[in-house]
């Protein structure tokens, strides 16, 4: 089992930045991949940046490239989500998930943290 906890979230006004923060605990060495997604009100769940453990490699929703930076900290077993240049739309509550062991299919999810970002 992998238990996520998520941090970080807050309002900020559009232009500004925030870091979230998911604390993973469990079996997270077998974890093929980890990521962000995000939900708004009245839409669907959208995967906002994945990163692949192993490698490391990343990838980004088209409309937050070059603005939002995953990474991860293996040491300290948390993964992160820079958001640079936040604007209205990505407000949203967010949430830190994981890949089940030897998948690459998302199965462990964290409470969300809400992100607000004010015209």
């Known amino acids: 089992q992998v238990q996520l906890v998520e941090s970080g979230g807050g309002s900020v006004q559009a232009g500004g930045s925030l870091r979230l923060s998911c604390a993973a605990s469990g079996y997270t060495y077998s974890t093929y991949c980890m990521g962000w997604f995000r939900q708004a009100p009245g839409k669907e769940r959208e995967r906002v940046a994945t990163i692949y453990t192993g490698a490391g490699l990343t990838s980004y929703a088209d409309s937050v490239k070059g603005r939002f930076t995953i990474s991860q900290d293996n040491a300290k077993n948390t993964l992160y989500l820079q958001m640079n240049s936040l604007k209205p739309e990505d407000t949203a509550m967010y949430y830190c998930?994981?890949?089940?062991?030897?998948?690459?299919?998302?199965?462990?999810w964290g409470q969300g943290t809400q992100v607000t970002v004010s015209s």
């Open positions: 998930s994981a890949c089940g062991t030897g998948t690459y299919k998302f199965i462990y």
